[in-house]
């Protein structure tokens, strides 16, 4: 295991399974604040992120406080010497470290999320918990491992 993937691994294993930080993946894309669009554009192609793990793309300062968020569509469109703290969507809906999988459901269904932010007490951005993630922790199986269709 790579040294980097090994140090993800070990601050996963810290949390307790049933809160946010141990459902999240650290596998998310967050740009610095102070990038242009064409400069954000240009750092996602550096990182080459699987397609499927691009839900959205995070904004943070230099210490990972998260500041922001981005779709790709705004970033696409952007003028591309456009600062994206002036077009990112500041009022990030987050969950703490702490939060219980029904609490991160219900977060991901009122606002209707693909994926929500898992933030300390600092709101530094620790990973992502997706819809599937937390969907498949409180969504009971039934025998063969199949869901059961809650109407």
């Given at each position: 295991?790579?040294?980097?993937?090994?140090?993800?691994v070990?601050?996963?294993?810290?949390?307790?399974?049933?809160?946010?930080?141990?459902?999240?993946?650290?596998?998310?894309?967050?740009?610095?604040?102070?990038?242009?669009?064409?400069?954000?554009?240009?750092?996602?192609?550096?990182?080459?992120?699987?397609?499927?793990?691009?839900?959205?793309?995070?904004?943070?300062?230099?210490?990972?406080?998260?500041?922001?968020?981005?779709?790709?569509?705004?970033?696409?469109?952007?003028?591309?010497?456009?600062?994206?703290?002036?077009?990112m969507?500041?009022?990030?809906?987050?969950?703490?470290?702490?939060?219980?999988?029904?609490?991160?459901?219900?977060?991901?269904?009122?606002?209707?999320?693909?994926?929500?932010?898992?933030?300390?007490e600092?709101?530094?951005?620790?990973?992502?918990?997706?819809?599937?993630?937390?969907?498949?922790?409180?969504?009971?199986?039934?025998?063969?491992?199949?869901r059961?269709?809650?109407?």
């Amino acid at each position: 295991m790579e040294e980097d993937e090994a140090g993800d691994v070990e601050e996963l294993l810290a949390y307790r399974e049933d809160t946010a930080g141990g459902l999240m993946t650290t596998g998310y894309v967050a740009v610095l604040h102070t990038l242009t669009a064409a400069e954000a554009i240009e750092r996602l192609r550096e990182l080459e992120p699987d397609a499927e793990s691009v839900y959205y793309v995070y904004v943070t300062d230099e210490e990972e406080h998260l500041l922001g968020v981005l779709s790709l569509r705004d970033l696409i469109v952007a003028k591309p010497e456009t600062k994206i703290r002036d077009f990112m969507i500041k009022n990030v809906i987050s969950v703490g470290l702490d939060a219980g999988p029904r609490e991160v459901a219900a977060v991901t269904s009122k606002y209707n999320l693909l994926a929500v932010p898992v933030v300390d007490e600092h709101n530094r951005i620790h990973g992502i918990v997706t819809v599937d993630d937390v969907m498949e922790r409180v969504m009971p199986a039934r025998a063969g491992g199949r869901r059961r269709r809650i109407f």
